[in-house]
């Protein structure tokens, strides 16, 4: 089976010159399996034009979806977020608590419900519907909403990951409140505190999502012993070595929003794990550790002198020479 990976292609904030945008799409056609790692768009007028562009692109392609943070964006929330932290502590906790309003109540055996509280109660949890929606009309299978995805032998698991300010570097002595505040002192501010809604301190809501993946992987333990790979997807990075530190505090404050590393102490834990794979940087690494292979093969964000179709070919070009093999480094490609 050929996969094919990718993530970020930010659809509304990119300008694309049209036909770039077909051809990332029609890219797709070539894998049995296209992974997309989040960052699609944060208009959510987009999503259902752009699911049925990529269905209709690779008709015979088995598509998964996870949540990217821009994904999960509120511009501007319909009514103020009820604070949802004490709720959310009991379910990591571990009590059972009245989910009643889980939509998919056969989810309960595989997922996290921590995570499907946020999903159901948060305004950003609210935001997934719309996303879920085109993805159901579109055949594309949304992790963060659907849960585990099993096609023979092969398991594909995961969610958004979130993040909760362990990748910060203590040597600089920025007090909590400023990470908190997703707001450097004197300096910019990370866009979700603005823009994303969980309902609850951003340690909670990593630690939901991280409960959920562990869910999906024990449900695969149990119920599926036929499984032998397991490919895991984030969009936040999920192990330090996907963290870029620049020794620049400028930068290196806002590392403390790009992932957690306990996933990946999760996933080094099962030897079915085999790839994972993770988005959100913008920049394409590759790194293994032990028997787990990660992967980010971003899109990122276009310059305003890349609106001019001229001038995109040449930071496309990267160097190639030629903009189709300049697309291909947008996607990460393996064999299952
Ligand atoms: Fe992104
Ligand atoms: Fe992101």
């Not at 996303?131 to 958004?160: Q, R």
Request: charged residues 25%; glycine residues 8%.
């Amino acid at each position: 089976m050929r996969v094919g990976c990718s993530s970020d292609w930010h659809i509304d904030l990119n300008h694309f010159w049209p036909r770039a945008l077909d051809r990332l799409v029609e890219r797709v056609a070539r894998f049995d399996l296209f992974i997309f790692a989040g960052d699609m768009s944060h208009d959510k007028y987009k999503y259902r034009e752009f699911c049925h562009k990529l269905r209709r692109a690779a008709s015979d392609t088995e598509i998964v979806f996870v949540v990217g943070n821009h994904d999960i964006w509120l511009l501007e929330p319909p009514k103020p977020q009820r604070d949802l932290t004490e709720e959310l502590q009991l379910y990591l906790a571990g009590e059972k608590g009245d989910l009643v309003k889980v939509k998919r109540q056969d989810m309960r055996d595989r997922r996290g419900l921590a995570y499907l509280l946020l999903l159901e109660r948060s305004l950003s949890g609210y935001k997934t519907e719309a996303l879920s929606a085109a993805c159901i009309e579109a055949d594309i299978h949304l992790l963060d909403v659907w849960g585990p995805l099993v096609m023979g032998k092969t398991a594909i698991v995961g969610n958004c990951g979130w993040y909760d300010y362990s990748y910060r570097i203590p040597e600089y002595e920025v007090d909590m409140l400023q990470y908190k505040a997703k707001q450097l002192r004197g300096g910019g501010t990370w866009m979700d505190a603005r823009f994303a809604f969980w309902g609850a301190p951003d340690e909670l809501v990593c630690e939901a999502m991280l409960q959920d993946v562990q869910a999906q992987l024990e449900f695969l333990e149990r119920d599926h012993p036929e499984v032998e790979n397991i490919i895991v997807v984030n969009h936040h990075v999920p192990h330090p070595s996907g963290v870029k530190v620049k020794g620049e505090i400028s930068w290196d404050f806002f590392n403390a929003f790009i992932g957690c590393g306990r996933y990946s102490q999760l996933y080094q834990k099962s030897s079915r794990v085999q790839q994972v794979i993770f988005g959100h940087t913008h920049f394409r690494q590759h790194f293994q550790e032990g028997h787990v292979k990660y992967s980010c093969s971003p899109f990122g964000y276009l310059s305003r002198e890349d609106e001019n179709p001229l001038a995109l070919r040449q930071t496309l070009n990267e160097g190639t020479g030629n903009i189709e093999k300049a697309l291909d480094t947008k996607f990460f490609e393996f064999n299952i």
